[in-house]
């Protein structure tokens, strides 16, 4: 794509943004800020040529600050369109496009700076010096550290007090393209910093995310005490009082720090600015009360929090635990109710800032109400009223998880509409949607029909399609790209290398303790783990990485013995230049995790899988597809 990365200050021809090679494009050269950004989308040469629903997450940037909106898309022909509203605050546009799973790649992005009075200011060029040298590749796009560098250079031309600001950024950038003029740079401005008679707090902090940087821990942490003993009800010795907090796990204890942090730095929570400093402790309350039943303390957090969307938030979280432990349900489904009908109330609300328009925030409660719904007709099981789960669920229905499928063929079924039943649990299940427990219902409802042909054939034939279509869509992502060598200890002590396992499928999943996404993957990993026990030919390998405590493998086999799980774990070595990277992890490239690997038996990643699938049973059917595959390839090599 041709972006409008080189616009002049004065003149801009409109020509040049209307080649046909653009897939985007802007309906005026600079948009001004302040005012609707039109533009348009032809997916033709993309991967999403011939998809109907595709859907636009917008990125608006005020120099480094980031807000998202979905704006509706409108086609016309095979050509998209839509419009930003924007503030004239706004520096920055930046488009992102998906189809369901699959994305419009294009490694340098869809954006365009916003003009003010004609002219691109300065802001703008940091907005694009941010997004190319910090955040590209979490935006899916290619980083470009040479151009991030020239628009950070731009900036400061045009505004030398936008420097100051930006200087942290700036700096990392000159590091990155070259270790050595880059180290020269920041020792030049830390010198600075420690010329200053009186250095303000954030020229302390940046001097301590340099030394960072640098790699001088020692002198990182001794800068942040300096800050904390310059500036003790700073920004920093803020944050650090606010995530003691958060850390607690008794509520009582989070509620005792929190009063003396409101003492400490002299909170009037009268005034709005202040109470939005603490605004998202409350929920934490809230919800830590309320999950621990102590309901007087509930209802008092829950009465300050005054946004209706906040608060049907903290009300639906506390009812999804006490739904999932089947716990004080009359109570839980009192304030599930209440989460939905503050949400319907919030539609009549002006709208937040950031929050988009009205559309986009009618949107997003919308999206909210769908979730508490969910959330409410289990509680309504729980209490008996199937029928009226039923109502619910089927509210819920068009952004159903696989569980919500699941739940909502059990409400069909204990509410008597069997014929229901029996024929959602059918479409589910030859989507690829289902579930074990789906399964053995469908086998109860189809005994009631008497029909003569056997469960298990009429069960084979339902999932034949949705077992294709899997093996279909991993087809058109398999790859073939060398396995990094590796030799890793695992938990007994054992070294397991790679090289060891040649002839064999191997499956790598990349984990943490942490990591939330990649703990709800474990019981379908358990799952496929005990499916392909008794086959000599496909080994799981758990590499446990990015864990940084000094207690670490502890950690590990605590969690490993406490979860009961069966897996062979590896413990990922730090790298010995860098103690921030892990070996394995970076060798093969990993953004994040859970990120799971396929190998052939010749050594060759056939497939990467990022992030969790949502349910036990949709692990099992994608790492099937997978398995087999690679499996194919390295018996047609021998």
Request: hydrophobic share 40%.
């Given at each position: ?27 005026e050269a600079a948009p001004a800020a302040g005012k609707p950004v039109k533009f348009s989308y032809d997916p033709k040469g993309t991967k999403l040529e011939g998809k109907d629903d595709i859907t636009c997450l917008v990125y608006t940037f005020a120099s480094t600050q980031l807000s998202t909106t979905v704006p509706k898309l409108v086609k016309d022909g095979s050509v998209f369109s839509s419009e930003i509203p924007t503030t004239d605050s706004t520096s920055m546009v930046v488009l992102m496009f998906k189809s369901g799973d699959v994305a419009d790649d294009n490694p340098q992005g869809y954006y365009v700076k916003l003009s003010k009075g004609g002219v691109i200011p300065a802001s703008a060029y940091v907005s694009e010096g941010y997004l190319l040298g910090s955040i590209a590749t979490y935006l899916g796009m290619k980083a470009d550290d040479q151009k991030a560098l020239a628009s950070y250079e731009k900036s400061f031309e045009i505004d030398p007090a936008s420097k100051d600001k930006s200087i942290y950024n700036y700096l990392a950038v000159k590091y990155k393209i070259d270790a050595v003029s880059g180290t020269q740079s920041i020792n030049d401005y830390l010198s600075l910093i420690s010329k200053k008679s009186l250095p303000a707090e954030i020229d302390l902090m940046t001097a301590s995310n340099l030394y ?427």
């Amino acid at each position: 794509m041709k972006c409008f990365k080189k616009l002049t200050f004065v003149l801009f021809l409109a020509a040049s943004i209307s080649a046909s090679a653009q897939n985007v494009k802007f309906m005026e050269a600079a948009p001004a800020a302040g005012k609707p950004v039109k533009f348009s989308y032809d997916p033709k040469g993309t991967k999403l040529e011939g998809k109907d629903d595709i859907t636009c997450l917008v990125y608006t940037f005020a120099s480094t600050q980031l807000s998202t909106t979905v704006p509706k898309l409108v086609k016309d022909g095979s050509v998209f369109s839509s419009e930003i509203p924007t503030t004239d605050s706004t520096s920055m546009v930046v488009l992102m496009f998906k189809s369901g799973d699959v994305a419009d790649d294009n490694p340098q992005g869809y954006y365009v700076k916003l003009s003010k009075g004609g002219v691109i200011p300065a802001s703008a060029y940091v907005s694009e010096g941010y997004l190319l040298g910090s955040i590209a590749t979490y935006l899916g796009m290619k980083a470009d550290d040479q151009k991030a560098l020239a628009s950070y250079e731009k900036s400061f031309e045009i505004d030398p007090a936008s420097k100051d600001k930006s200087i942290y950024n700036y700096l990392a950038v000159k590091y990155k393209i070259d270790a050595v003029s880059g180290t020269q740079s920041i020792n030049d401005y830390l010198s600075l910093i420690s010329k200053k008679s009186l250095p303000a707090e954030i020229d302390l902090m940046t001097a301590s995310n340099l030394y960072m940087l640098l790699k001088k821990k020692s002198e990182a942490d001794s800068m942040k005490n300096i800050v904390v003993s310059k500036y003790p009800t700073g920004t920093y010795a803020f944050s650090l009082d606010y995530s003691a907090i958060a850390s607690q796990k008794d509520p009582a204890a989070m509620e005792e720090k929190l009063l003396a942090l409101v003492k400490k730095y002299g909170l009037d929570l009268d005034k709005e600015a202040d109470m939005k400093k603490i605004s998202y402790v409350y929920n934490m309350m809230v919800t830590n009360y309320g999950q621990t039943k102590n309901i007087s303390k509930f209802e008092e957090y829950a009465s300050k929090i005054k946004d209706k969307s906040s608060l049907a938030a903290a009300y639906n979280s506390v009812a999804w635990i006490l739904a999932e432990r089947n716990e004080e349900v009359a109570f839980a489904a009192g304030i599930s109710k209440k989460s939905l009908d503050l949400v319907e109330a919030a539609k009549a609300d002006a709208v937040p800032a950031n929050a988009g328009s009205k559309a986009q925030y009618i949107q997003v409660l919308n999206r909210n109400y769908i979730m508490y719904a969910d959330t409410y007709a289990l509680l309504l099981h729980h209490l008996g009223k199937d029928k009226e789960a039923v109502i619910y669920q089927e509210k819920a229905i068009d952004a159903m998880d696989i569980p919500g499928n699941e739940r909502y063929v059990m409400y069909l079924d204990l509410a008597g509409d069997k014929e229901k039943a029996f024929t959602v649990a059918s479409k589910f299940l030859k989507e690829g949607q289902g579930t074990d427990a789906m399964r053995e219902r469908l086998k109860s409802l189809y005994a009631g029909k008497k029909l003569k042909e056997p469960y298990a054939v009429f069960l084979a034939n339902l999932e034949k399609e949705a077992k294709a279509k899997e093996q279909a869509e991993w087809a058109k992502k398999m790859i073939s790209v060398p396995a990094p060598a590796f030799s890793l200890v695992n938990l007994k002590g054992e070294t397991v290398s790679l090289a060891s396992l040649k002839g064999k499928v191997v499956i790598l999943d990349y984990w943490a303790t942490w990591c939330g996404p990649c703990v709800a993957s474990f019981p379908g990993m358990q799952k496929a783990v005990n499916k392909y026990a008794s086959n000599p030919n496909v080994v799981f390998l758990f590499i446990n990485t990015s864990q940084r405590e000094t207690n670490r493998e502890e950690l590990v086999k605590k969690f490993m013995a406490d979860t009961k799980y069966t897996f062979n774990v590896l413990l990922d070595t730090k790298n010995k230049e860098n103690p921030n990277l892990f070996d394995v992890i970076t060798a093969y490239k990993v953004e994040g995790i859970p990120t799971k690997f396929v190998i052939d038996g010749d050594g060759v990643i056939r497939f990467k899988a990022v992030g969790f699938s949502g349910s036990a049973d949709a692990v099992v059917t994608e790492l099937d597809a997978m398995i087999s595959m690679a499996s194919a390839k390295s018996a047609g090599s021998k």
